[in-house]
C-alpha cells in the first residue's frame, strides 16, 4: 500500500522552514502532496498561482513531491484525495498548542485513519515564519538564506512591481 502524505498551508511564501519539513517527509512518504490553500478572503503576497509556481520550483529536485491548491476544509481535501497522513511542521511550544488544536478538530472530521504527524523544524529555521519574511524583505532587508532561491527572486521582483 502506498503511503500517501499531505502537506498544506499558505505558503505566502514558502520558507526555507517549510522546505525542510518537505524533504524530511518525501524521504518516509511514497508521495507527498503540497497543497496551497485558497483564501479568497485574505489577499497575499503572492497570487496562488504564484505561490504553486515557487513551490513546484522549489521542490522540484524531489520526484515524489506534487503540488496542488484547494480552498475550503482541510478535512474534506483530506478525505476526497485518500491521504493517510496530513504532516504539520512544529517551529516552537505556541506552534504546537495552534497545531494541537487544529488536529484534534481535523481527526473528527476525517473518514477513515488519517493520522496528524508533526515534525520539529530545523532549529536553524526556528524563527522563520513567512510574515516575518514578508515584513522583512518590505522593509529591504536581506531574506537570503532563508527561501529557496526561486523566492528570493520571487520576493525581489514583486517589491520592483510594488514602487513602479
Do not use: W
Request: glycine letters at 8%.
Amino acid at each position: 500500500m502506498e503511503r500517501k502524505a499531505l502537506y498544506a498551508g499558505s505558503f505566502d511564501p514558502i520558507t526555507n522552514g517549510h522546505l525542510n519539513i518537505i524533504e524530511r517527509a518525501a524521504k518516509v512518504y511514497d508521495s507527498l502532496t503540497i497543497a496551497v490553500v485558497v483564501n479568497p478572503n485574505k489577499a497575499g503576497f503572492f497570487t496562488v498561482d504564484e505561490r504553486v509556481a515557487l513551490a513546484e520550483e522549489a521542490t522540484k529536485h524531489l520526484s515524489n513531491v506534487k503540488i496542488d491548491r484547494f480552498n475550503g476544509l482541510l478535512a474534506d481535501y483530506v478525505n476526497e484525495g485518500g491521504f493517510a497522513t496530513v504532516i504539520r511542521g512544529l517551529r516552537d511550544s505556541v506552534d504546537f498548542q495552534n497545531e494541537m488544536q487544529m488536529a484534534n478538530m481535523n481527526a473528527r472530521l476525517y473518514k477513515g485513519d488519517t493520522e496528524t504527524v508533526f515534525l520539529m523544524g530545523n532549529p536553524e529555521y526556528s524563527y522563520i515564519s513567512s510574515s516575518l519574511i514578508k515584513e522583512v524583505a518590505s522593509l529591504g532587508g536581506d531574506v537570503s538564506g532563508l527561501v529557496p532561491d526561486c523566492v528570493l527572486t520571487g520576493i525581489k521582483n514583486k517589491l520592483q512591481e510594488e514602487t513602479k
